[in-house]
């Protein structure tokens, strides 16, 4: 790799998200004087009406829908609320993290894991959608054009639940309008999903949060489809303005599967192929096709497995030529178009990013299961749209930038020079650092030449991270 200069002053590292502009317009926050503690400033502006999503609208409707007792249901939420409903969200964390099978049971039709991650894992998932979305502005601002363009802004949400990720992108679609003086554009939703019930909670959420909006009310229309979430295609609209898929892969083997594909459309390819290869051949095609304004945005776990499957499809996508050879086919968090290095091994593609979640109740579950929330963790694969007429692609990355996707190697204790990782097509590459430097995970940096006399640690091998990091 062409190293380059030296530079006299440290590298500074750029913030995490995109690739070549700085974050946009500063927006109103939640900020508590607890984030400003942090060393790290947090990437996520959480706006105001995330608190009445987290809590008002979901307390409420979880208390008037699963409380066991008639007299509770009309009541506001409370402690005694709490201590009842923590008893499933600690049951379904159990689920989600210890030694989960690579088939999880269909939880949600159980009312009590419902009512838990309305409270507590829908707040957590939507937290790293809003992350992701200030992350790369670029991105959404691609999403409203399409919308403006096209008169109205057509959003699928695939093993969409309650409609968590959705959710978080009208919570900031609502601040973007607010902050610019400008209207929301019409959206229409359709949310897919195998769980009927989960989706029915969602909608009525989405609705009442929409209620309370002057901007959002009657603006937003949310249509619900019973399926697995590979057989929308007789369902899909006919152009898309953003793709959301939150926390679905790694749900079971079918779905993993489906990322298996798209299988090579030459012969030797489609003589090899099964049928769950043609069919995600001709979804993946269908979807991309599709897929203009913001492209696909596809979130998981941080967990090895997961990463892989993501850093796995990116791959194919490529190599099959669904998508165009470049950089600018994605928004994120490649910079280059090359072979992922992290697809296979020891090492995967994640990310956390400092946070700090907004919400009492949330912050009251957190406490309960002995985990506060500091950072989010989650691995992610963001399609720009590949279009060669109407698509939006990415902008080109800074010549020289890196991704850096490890913490120093050596852990953060380490007080003297380390190394990271750096992203490069087939290879990660090794660059030294300094502590006082701050270079973690994720963030981008133009490398300088490693120091001959640095002794190579270790890397530090992270903790297969747990599901619902
Ligand atoms: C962990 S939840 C994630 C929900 C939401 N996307 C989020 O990020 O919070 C996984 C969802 O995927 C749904 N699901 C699992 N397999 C599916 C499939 N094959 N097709 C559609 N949805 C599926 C489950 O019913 C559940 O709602």
């Not at 109103?28 to 959480?46: H, L």
């Not at 969409?160 to 973007?176: F, H, Q």
């Not at 012969?267 to 095609?285: C, K, N, P």
Request: net charge positive; charged share 25%; proline share 9%.
């Amino acid at each position: 790799m062409p190293f380059q200069k030296r530079p006299r002053k440290p590298a500074r590292p750029q913030k995490f998200g995109s690739h070549a502009k700085p974050p946009g317009k500063k927006l109103p926050t939640t900020e508590t004087p607890d984030s400003k503690k942090k060393s790290r400033a947090t990437v996520a502006r959480f706006p105001g009406a995330w608190l009445w999503l987290v809590d008002e609208i979901i307390p409420t409707l979880v208390k008037s829908r699963y409380s066991p007792r008639e007299s509770w249901k009309d009541k506001p939420f409370d402690a005694e609320d709490a201590r009842f409903f923590s008893k499933g969200v600690g049951e379904l964390s159990e689920l989600f993290t210890d030694e989960r099978p690579s088939e999880l049971p269909d939880y949600f039709a159980h009312p009590k894991f419902r009512s838990s991650y309305l409270l507590y894992f829908l707040p957590l998932q939507a937290a790293k959608f809003v992350s992701l979305l200030d992350m790369h502005p670029e991105a959404l601002d691609a999403t409203l054009q399409h919308g403006d363009k096209s008169g109205t802004l057509n959003v699928i949400d695939l093993g969409a639940g309650p409609g968590t990720a959705s959710l978080a992108l009208i919570v900031k679609l609502l601040d973007r309008a607010l902050a610019l003086g400008r209207d929301v554009p019409k959206v229409e939703f359709d949310w897919y999903d195998t769980n009927g019930a989960i989706l029915e909670d969602g909608k009525l959420i989405m609705e009442q949060l929409c209620g309370q909006f002057p901007k959002l009310r009657g603006r937003v229309t949310v249509r619900t489809h019973v399926m697995p979430w590979w057989k929308i295609l007789g369902s899909l609209p006919k152009e898309t303005s953003l793709v959301l898929m939150g926390n679905v892969l790694n749900e079971n083997k079918r779905s993993m599967a489906r990322t298996q594909g798209p299988a090579s459309n030459e012969e030797d390819g489609l003589t090899r192929a099964r049928s769950a290869e043609i069919e995600s051949t001709r979804l993946w095609t269908e979807l991309l096709a599709r897929a203009k304004g913001g492209g696909i945005l596809l979130v998981e776990p941080a967990s090895r497995r997961s990463s892989q499957v993501l850093s796995g499809l990116r791959d194919q996508l490529f190599e099959n030529q669904f998508i165009p050879a470049e950089a600018t086919s994605l928004w994120g968090p490649c910079l280059h178009a090359g072979r992922c290095p992290l697809a296979e091994g020891r090492d995967w593609c994640h990310f956390s990013v400092p946070i700090d979640i907004p919400g009492k109740w949330f912050k009251n579950f957190s406490e309960r299961l002995g985990s506060e929330r500091q950072w989010a963790k989650f691995s992610y694969l963001w399609l720009a749209s590949p279009s060669p007429h109407e698509g939006a692609p990415a902008p080109k990355p800074k010549a020289g930038l890196r991704r850096v996707v490890s913490d120093p190697l050596g852990g953060w204790q380490s007080k003297g020079p380390s190394e990271v990782l750096l992203c490069e097509p087939e290879q990660t590459v090794r660059m030294p650092v300094r502590a006082h430097e701050q270079i973690r995970r994720g963030d981008l940096v133009t490398p300088r030449k490693p120091a001959p006399n640095l002794t190579p640690k270790r890397f530090k091998k992270d903790q297969d991270e747990d599901w619902d990091d």
